[in-house]
């Protein structure tokens, strides 16, 4: 049996120091964004991290074992072509670590692990939710109930727009997870900035982090979700959205793509159909998230 949890060097000795670290999911390279831009974005997303004085720690699972602080090496391993590497939300990882798989983590996964190695902060693309015909299919992220439970804080661009926006806010109010807007007082909506749905706007890094200090001096182990709204420049021309977006649900019901397949087919769908536009908000998306994680985790340490 291998070790539960492998926490690199690195990372171990940084939280130790009690340095800024910022943690980041695998599954957006190994399932979310096209390849080969995908393990490009990804090592960009650490030295982007590296540039500002935060200790990257990219988390995913080499050979049935949850790694937290993967390598360059270990990156460029799970997000090459034809690897065989699974999505893995939390429910997965005893499964992988009893068969050995390699596997890219969700959110929920992500999470986990983070929390367990002692990091605060984490940066994704798009968090899951609640997706559309949901009252029927029952198809709701695992990363929902994951963040009720886990007291980190997680910066995404909202929710993806493929999702019932509403709903999965109301699901996040049900579950307690602490839900703000960074420096808007509309909650983000990943492609567009604006999903239409209100949320409290923190104003600074700072205050992001004051909502998290405060949520452990109440005692509370919920996650505190920061949605940061990618910039105007980048945002998909919302009729252009709305329009892909149908189509891509279209085929989704016509193919009968279900479980844990139908995130990346609807992504997948999204920037063919684009040709290629939202794979570049996808990845400004992540950019300015990883840019405003690391401010929070200075201001955390500070
Ligand atoms: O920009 C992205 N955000 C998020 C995802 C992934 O999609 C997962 C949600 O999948 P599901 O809906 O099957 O729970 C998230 O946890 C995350 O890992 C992605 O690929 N791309
Ligand atoms: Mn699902």
Not at 81 to 109: C, I, Y
């Amino acid at each position: 049996m291998s070790e539960s949890i492998r926490v690199a060097d690195f990372v171990r000795e940084a939280i130790a120091a009690r340095r800024p670290v910022v943690a980041l999911e695998s599954t957006i390279f190994t399932h979310g964004l096209t390849r080969p831009r995908n393990v490009e974005v990804a090592l960009d997303a650490e030295q982007r991290l590296r540039d500002s004085g935060v200790v990257p720690a990219t988390i995913g699972v080499v050979d049935g074992t949850p790694t937290v602080g993967l390598s360059e090496q270990q990156i460029r391993m799970l997000g090459a072509d034809d690897f065989p590497v699974v999505k893995l939300g939390l429910r997965d990882l005893p499964v992988a670590a009893a068969k050995g798989w390699h596997g890219g983590t969700t959110v929920s996964a992500t999470a986990l692990l983070a929390h367990r190695a002692g990091i605060a902060v984490f940066a994704t693309g798009g968090l899951g939710g609640v997706h559309r015909g949901a009252s029927s299919t029952f198809d709701e992220s695992a990363d929902l109930v994951a963040l009720a439970t886990l007291p980190i804080l997680v910066v995404s661009g909202g929710v993806k727009s493929v999702l019932d926006i509403p709903a999965t806010l109301e699901r996040l109010e049900t579950l307690g997870v602490i839900v703000v807007g960074y420096r808007t007082p509309r909650f983000p909506g990943f492609y567009v900035r604006d999903s239409g749905c209100d949320v409290d706007a923190v104003e600074s890094a700072q205050q992001a982090a004051e909502v998290a200090r405060a949520r452990d001096g109440l005692g509370l182990r919920s996650a505190v979700l920061v949605g940061n709204p990618v910039a105007a420049e980048a945002q998909i021309d919302p009729e252009l959205h709305d329009r892909v977006l149908a189509e891509a649900e279209r085929a989704a019901v016509e193919t009968g793509m279900r479980g844990k397949a139908l995130t990346p087919f609807l992504l997948d769908h999204m920037h063919r159909a684009t040709e290629g536009r939202s794979l570049e908000t996808n990845v400004a998306v992540y950019r300015g998230n990883v840019a405003v994680a690391a401010e929070i985790a200075l201001a955390l340490v500070a």
